[in-house]
């Protein structure tokens, strides 16, 4: 597909605590679209991410305290919904995700409203796992596929584009529990009659900070993987968009 | 119970329902648990003043020692409460979530009108 069925995305960064990754992250994007507004949520940081991300030339919303990816990412759906955008594609501030990889989850948002970038799609070596965790992403990988009616093959990916209805959905809906950024948004998009498809996406190391699952956990990881899985299933939702007004319209590029 | 024993519960039972309404009177005690405490109160005082009152519902129940059907309402009771703040505290923690977001939005927002308004006052 040659034209992007989105008209104006936003690319929405969370961060916490990552100064020395997000100036980086944010110049990467801008550089590859310059195009398309950058809003860092700064979730609850006490370092100086807020000011980094300001000079890096991105929009910042400063969280007053620390509500999570979850709470981070909705407060960015809604800053989007109210300023016009008909987009959000979360990138990690960590450098995981590739911002040249942007454009083909947007221009899944035709035929899609929930875009995943999935690692292991294909001939994926650069990400391994086993045991518990792997058992884990098999589950989750199951129950999700059935319920969106799509193959998805990385349910935990935080690498997404939103679009269509998904996106007031999510402004008003999205989850800020253990794994409810990942697993229960796709329960709720699917709920809902949002359309989900995945693309891959190559991931890359990240530039620093801690890895939020260590090896060790996996277990652990196992158990409350099913355990939001479950909760997720059986939890009833309220799943009538609430039409957010519309306080102006955007402001083309980042604050100067 | 000797006496002794009788007046200290009495008094106890009586200061927790003083306690209770002088809450109330403050205002800190919304008055959706103040009804639930209330009848609390006065119940703790009835059953003080009046411990034969306890035995002979008991009996009535067919509960052989008083003092655990005292014991089996009180933990039905608490678990309710917990329960119920439970449910309250995650209700308040979504609420003050949502305000925190859009205080963030909001703040975004007046930066930038500044910036605009700044911007226009040093052309003009």
């Known amino acids: ?256 | 119970m000797t006496e002794n024993n009788y007046l200290i519960a009495l008094i106890g039972s009586v200061l927790v329902l003083a306690g209770i309404v002088e809450l109330l009177r403050r205002r800190q005690l919304k008055e959706k648990y103040a009804v639930l405490w209330l009848i609390v109160g006065v119940v703790l005082v009835i059953f003080t003043a009046f411990p034969a009152l306890l035995t002979r519902i008991a009996s009535a129940l067919g509960v052989a020692v008083p003092t655990n059907l005292l014991f089996f309402v009180a933990i039905l009771f608490l678990v309710g409460v917990v329960l119920h703040l439970s449910w309250e505290a995650s209700r308040l923690e979504n609420e003050t979530r949502k305000l925190a977001e859009d205080v963030a939005i909001l703040r975004l927002d007046v930066a930038e009108l500044k910036q605009e308004k700044l911007a226009q006052d040093n052309t003009d």
Request: glycine share 8%.
């Open chain 1, 1 to 256: 597909m040659s034209a992007s069925p989105v008209l104006r995305p936003l690319i929405v960064v969370p961060a916490w605590n990552e100064e020395q990754t997000v100036g980086e992250t944010v110049r990467e994007i801008r550089g590859v679209m310059p195009e398309i507004p950058v809003l860092v949520v700064s979730d609850g940081s006490t370092d100086r991410t807020v000011h980094i991300a300001r000079r890096a030339g991105a929009r910042v919303l400063v969280l007053p305290f620390r509500l999570g990816v979850g709470g981070a990412m909705r407060a960015g759906f809604r800053y989007a919904v109210r300023n016009g955008y008909d987009a959000a594609v979360q990138v990690d501030a960590d450098g995981q995700h590739d911002p040249k990889q942007v454009p083909a989850l947007l221009d899944e948002l035709g035929q899609a409203e929930v875009v995943i970038g999935a690692r292991f799609c294909e001939q994926q070596d650069g990400y391994r796992v086993s045991g518990p965790r792997r058992w884990a992403m098999v589950l989750l990988s199951k129950v999700l596929s059935r319920l969106t009616n799509t193959r998805i093959t990385d349910a935990t990916s935080g690498f997404k584009a939103t679009g269509g209805q998904a996106l007031p959905l999510f402004a008003e809906h999205y989850p800020d529990e253990y794994l409810g950024d990942t697993v229960e948004s796709l329960v709720i998009a699917a709920r809902a009659g949002c359309a989900v498809t995945q693309v891959p996406a190559r991931m890359r190391p990240r530039r620093g900070g801690e890895p939020s699952h260590r090896p060790v956990k996996s277990a652990i990881y196992l158990g409350r993987a099913a355990m939001a899985l479950v909760l997720a299933l059986i939890r009833r939702w309220d799943i009538t968009p609430v039409p957010v007004p519309q306080l102006r319209p955007a402001v083309e590029e980042g604050v100067p």
